[in-house]
């Protein structure tokens, strides 16, 4: 199984529905990130989280709200689904680190959720 | 805006060449870290150097750092076709520690 699984991995949906992606991992890591992919545009940070009580918009927040309902759950919401949300999302994990390893780690990424807005 | 700005966007050599990717970054960092993104895959860790190293090496990657000039460079020697993906560089922002992406380099390796 893999260690960062996101699902849906695609969906397709009208403008104006609420949608929710889910990402889950087995990784035992403290921090989660949500990205969103357009072509041209690389990967930006939507939200992240450094434990479960901790919330932080990134560079791209308006239009999304999200929920770490566990350290192992990080979700992903879009309340009204607009088309230029359509986009490739990937959620991401992290570990902390300890003494020189702190705050250095690597990012380990899900297969992505494929989300087009009509 | 992006962190980081990868040139070029695209590259196309012949499986052998060496390919070299550069990353430009605005801000101060912790560290410089390199990713592989097969297509419409997830992105897949290659390789981290730290702010207060010059150059790194694993396998057939060499990453070097120019936190003067704020750019870093990929080189994969040796390239096969399944080399063949889009390449990242994402920093580890100093102050908050988040990591941001820069725009990437599609790389194409001709058998």
């Known amino acids: 199984d893999a260690d960062v699984t996101q699902t849906p991995r695609n969906r397709i949906t009208k403008t104006g529905k609420r949608i929710m992606l889910e990402c889950s991992q087995t990784?035992?890591?403290?921090?989660m990130y949500w990205y969103r992919q357009d072509p041209g545009l690389g990967l930006r940070l939507i939200y992240y989280?450094?434990?479960?009580?901790?919330?932080n918009k990134g560079e791209i927040s308006d239009g999304y709200s999200v929920s770490r309902q566990a350290q192992a759950k990080f979700s992903l919401s879009l309340e009204s689904a607009i088309p230029n949300q359509t986009a490739l999302y990937f959620c991401?994990?992290?570990?902390?680190?300890?003494?020189?390893?702190?705050?250095?780690?690597?990012?380990?990424f899900g297969e992505g959720s494929r989300l087009t807005v009509l | 805006s992006q962190q980081g700005e990868e040139d070029p966007q695209a590259l196309s050599i012949q499986e052998g060449e060496n390919a070299t990717m550069n990353c430009s970054y605005k801000?101060?960092?912790?560290?410089l870290q390199w990713y592989r993104q097969n297509s419409g895959r997830g992105l897949v860790h290659l390789i981290l150097?730290?702010?207060?190293?010059r150059e790194k090496h694993s396998g057939r990657l060499r990453v070097t750092l120019d936190t003067s000039k704020k750019s870093s460079s990929l080189l994969i020697t040796a390239s096969r076709a399944a080399d063949t993906a889009s390449y990242f560089c994402a920093t580890r922002d100093k102050g908050t520690y988040k990591y941001i992406f820069g725009t990437g380099t599609r790389l194409k390796v001709l058998a």
């Open positions: 989280s450094f434990d479960v009580k901790d919330i």
């Open positions: 801000t101060s960092i912790n560290n």
């Open positions: 150097i730290r702010s207060n190293e």
């Open positions: 991401a994990t992290s570990d902390i680190g300890q003494g020189e390893l702190a705050n250095t780690g690597e990012l380990f």
């Open positions: 990784k035992g890591h403290d921090r």
